[in-house]
């Protein structure tokens, strides 16, 4: 089974600060997506990784893709209070039909 | 308007009674998806369909049915609710599985 593994689970951070969140895996994926969900709403679709190494930037939030394909990461710089939510990682598995196999997300709450 | 929603919102029930929660989507995709979220599990795969008349089991499909009769809508029924079914539900379309979903708003079910 492919899963996915999120860290930290929780951060609380002052509006300003920079932060970064993992997503990782034994598994190899062929590609990682990242999504945000805000309190009450369904998740929201960031951005797709899909090549080794891959850097992909969305204004003040830049995502990486692990060289191997194993893991990527999240980093969010000068957090501001509306970049409060849950994110979750995301990879096809190719044990259910390449149907998405979510991470457990990491809980941020940026604090003005 | 173009999207995916779900309905209701809110939902609250008692045991044993039959639930159904609707799921319409405007994009023409070819797969949907039914989640349930809960708290220390993150969000889990109930079923899925690829196309009309086409549906498979997720992670986690006991206790519910699903059909689809047309391309736009994705009914989940409960057939005889229970409490552990108390969650949000999100319904997903996307245009192959392993692009990215497009969620619903949730329906919070509360089943007493």
């Known amino acids: 089974t492919q899963l996915l593994e999120q860290s930290p689970q929780f951060l609380s951070i002052q509006e300003g600060e920079n932060l970064t969140v993992y997503c990782n895996s034994s598994?190899?994926?062929?590609?990682l997506q990242w999504y945000r969900q805000e309190p009450g709403e369904g998740p929201v679709l960031l951005v797709t990784v899909v090549t080794g190494g891959e850097v992909k930037k969305l204004k003040r939030l830049t995502f990486q893709f692990g060289d191997a394909r194993k893991d990527s990461s999240l980093h969010i710089t000068a957090a501001q209070p509306g970049d409060t939510g849950l994110y979750l990682c995301a990879g096809p598995s190719n044990n259910a039909g390449n149907m998405l196999t979510f991470g457990g997300g990491t809980r941020l709450m940026v604090k003005p | 308007d173009a999207g995916i929603t779900q309905s209701p919102r809110y939902k609250i029930t008692e045991t044993g009674r039959q639930v159904t929660l609707m799921c319409h989507q405007t994009?023409?995709?070819?797969?949907m998806f039914w989640y349930r979220q809960d708290l220390g599990h993150g969000l889990r795969l109930i079923y899925y369909?690829?196309?009309?008349?086409?549906?498979d089991k997720g992670e986690v499909p006991d206790g519910y049915v699903v059909s689809r009769s047309k391309t736009e809508n994705f009914p989940l029924t409960l057939e005889s609710a229970t409490r552990s079914q108390t969650s949000v539900y999100f319904c997903?379309?996307?245009?192959?599985?392993?692009?990215?979903?497009?969620f619903g708003s949730g329906t919070r079910l509360t089943v007493v």
């Open positions: 369909s690829a196309a009309a008349d086409i549906t």
């Open positions: 598994s190899v994926f062929s590609s």
């Open positions: 994009w023409s995709h070819s797969y």
């Open positions: 997903a379309s996307s245009r192959a599985p392993h692009y990215g979903y497009t």
